[in-house]
Structure formats: C-alpha cells, structure tokens
T-cell receptor, first 109, second 113 residues
Framework: GQNIDQPTEMTATEGAIVQINCTYQ??????LFWYQQHAGEAPTFLSY??LDGLEEKGRFSSFLSRSKGYSYLLLKELQMKDSASYLC??????????WGAGTKLIIKP | TAGITQAPTSQILAAGRSMTLRCTQD?????MYWYRQDLGLGLRLIHY???????GKGEVPDGYSVSRANTDDFPLTLASAVPSQTSVYFC????????????FGQGTRLTVV
C-alpha cells in the first residue's frame, strides 16, 4: 500500500530552527508537496519538490531525496505564527495526492 | 479575490437525513476535489473532477456523490448521513494536468448525530 509517515508533534523555541521529516512509499512519484495548516483553517501551499535537492523560499526550505523516499521541511528563525500543522503530500504515479497525517508544530517563547 | 467558497461553514445533521455541501471557485480551475479530514489521519480524497462534466471516485467515496455541471461548482451530497461521516470537509481546486498546487476552501465542519 501507499504510505506517508511524519512525526505527530514537535516542539521548538522561538528564533530556533526545526526540521520536519517525511518518508514515503508510493506507487510512482510525481512530486512532493508541503502545506501549512493553522488550527481551524484550510491548508495553504508552502513548497513543491520533484527533483532531488533543496528548494529555498525565505525562512522555509524543503529537501527531497527520491532514492531514499525522504523529504524534510526546514523552518528557520521560528516565529510564534509558525505554530501550525505541516502536511506532507506525495503525488503518485496516477497523479493522485497521498497525504500524511501532518506534524503539529508547537512554538514556545 | 474569493478563490474557493464552501457553504455551510458548519452543520449538525440528523442521521438518515441528506445534505449537500456546496463549493464554488472563481479561478477557472479545471480540477476540483473533495477531501475529508479526521483527527490523526491525513486528508482523504472522496471524489474528484478533472474537468467539467467528468467525475471520479477517490479513496473513500462510499455514501457520497458529486456532480460537475460547470467549471465553477462542485457540490458534494450525502444521501443518508451516518455518524461516521462526522468530519471536516475541504473542497479544493487546481489548474489540472501536470498540477502544481491545490487551493483549499475554508472547510465545512459536519456533525452527524
């Protein structure tokens, strides 16, 4: 079957750096997405990786290794507003999105 | 810019009753999706539509039906609600094809009692 694994919850300190990992096993691969979802709100797009390597976008970076079935989202200079759930999703060989359960990130002052 | 609008925002529904969740987008996206989100689980695809006039079944389609009469609207109908359909429902859209990002509505919180 297809599977996306990410930690359920992480805690970090304001101003610090945190890395949220995502491992996947899917039937085919056509890209990996990271979304941010604040409590009670809709998911919003953060990043997209389809080739190996690092994609940087301001304080957020996303890394992909297709051979290892692995990605991470790196958040730098954490702010209180970064407290949210971070969803990893993989587009499989049929171009269907498979979603992880999400990682709840708690930022402490 | 409205993006995607869902209605209602929340609803309490008696088991056995029917209900239609509405979804409208103004971005002229070809593809639209209905997901349900339950605690501890990832978003699960209920139904999708790659273009107006076509629909397809997702991972958890049982008990739900959809229609896509035009580009903008993609309603989701529960014919006879059951308590296990208590969930948060998200409608989403994307340009389709070799898709990049999906845009989500604000969600409908449905409680079936």
């Amino acid at each position: 079957g297809q599977n996306i694994d990410q930690p359920t919850e992480m805690t970090a300190t304001e101003g610090a750096i945190v890395q949220i990992n995502c491992t996947y096993q899917t039937s085919g691969f056509n890209g990996l997405f990271w979304y941010q979802q604040h409590a009670g709100e809709a998911p919003t797009f953060l990043s997209y990786n389809v080739l190996d390597g690092l994609e940087e976008k301001g304080r957020f970076s996303s890394f992909l290794s297709r051979s290892k079935g692995y990605s991470y989202l790196l958040l730098k200079e954490l702010q209180m507003k970064d407290s949210a759930s971070y969803l990893c999703a993989v587009r499989d060989g049929n171009y269907q999105l498979i979603w992880g359960a999400g990682t709840k990130l708690i930022i402490k002052p | 810019t409205a993006g995607i609008t869902q209605a209602p925002t929340s609803q309490i529904l008696a088991a056995g009753r029917s209900m239609t969740l509405r979804c409208t987008q103004d971005m002229r996206h070809n593809a639209m999706y209905w997901y349900r989100q339950d605690l501890g689980l990832g978003l699960r695809l209920i139904h999708y539509s790659n273009t107006a006039g076509t629909t397809g079944k997702g991972e958890v389609p049982d008990g739900y039906s959809v229609s896509r009469a035009n580009t903008d609207d993609f309603p989701l109908t529960l014919a006879s609600a059951v308590p296990s359909q208590t969930s948060v429902y998200f409608c989403a859209s994307s340009e389709g094809g070799q898709v990049t990002e999906a845009f989500f509505g604000q969600g409908t919180r449905l409680t079936v009692v």
